[in-house]
């Protein structure tokens, strides 16, 4: 087996339930300090140790259950080219608080 492959297959590692929770607590929090980040600012806020192969099913079921909000914004660049950027905010921001 090579080593790309050792690789691979520690990164497909489960997270434990807790593991999870740490996760979607951390994700949950980030929004309500930064109300409207791309996914790529997402992964800076997680920071390097939580890998996308983990986080990224969590925020996908955040999404799906409504608790954030994905939007797509099409925005001209002072280039004249335009961009679309992906925008993650808290459906709801005030439930958030209270749970």
Same mark, same amino acid.
């Given at each position: %087996?090579?080593? *790309? /492959?050792?690789?691979? /297959? =520690? /990164? %497909? /590692?489960?997270l434990t339930p807790d593991g999870e929770k740490r996760i979607r607590e951390k994700?949950?929090?980030l929004l309500s300090? !930064? $109300? *409207?980040?791309? $996914?790529?600012m997402l992964q800076g806020a997680l920071g390097p140790q939580t890998k996308p192969i983990h986080w990224k099913p969590i925020l996908e079921q955040l999404i799906e259950e409504g608790v954030i909000t994905l939007e797509?914004?099409?925005? %001209?660049?002072p280039a004249q080219r335009f961009?679309? !950027? *992906?925008i993650l905010s808290l459906t =709801? $921001? *005030?439930e958030?608080?209270?749970a």
């Open positions: %087996m090579s080593h *790309k /492959e050792d690789n691979t /297959e =520690s /990164e %497909m /590692e489960m994700i949950l929090h300090i !930064y $109300p *409207k980040m791309s $996914p790529t797509h914004d099409n925005v %001209m660049t961009n679309t !950027y *992906k =709801s $921001p *005030k958030h608080d209270a």
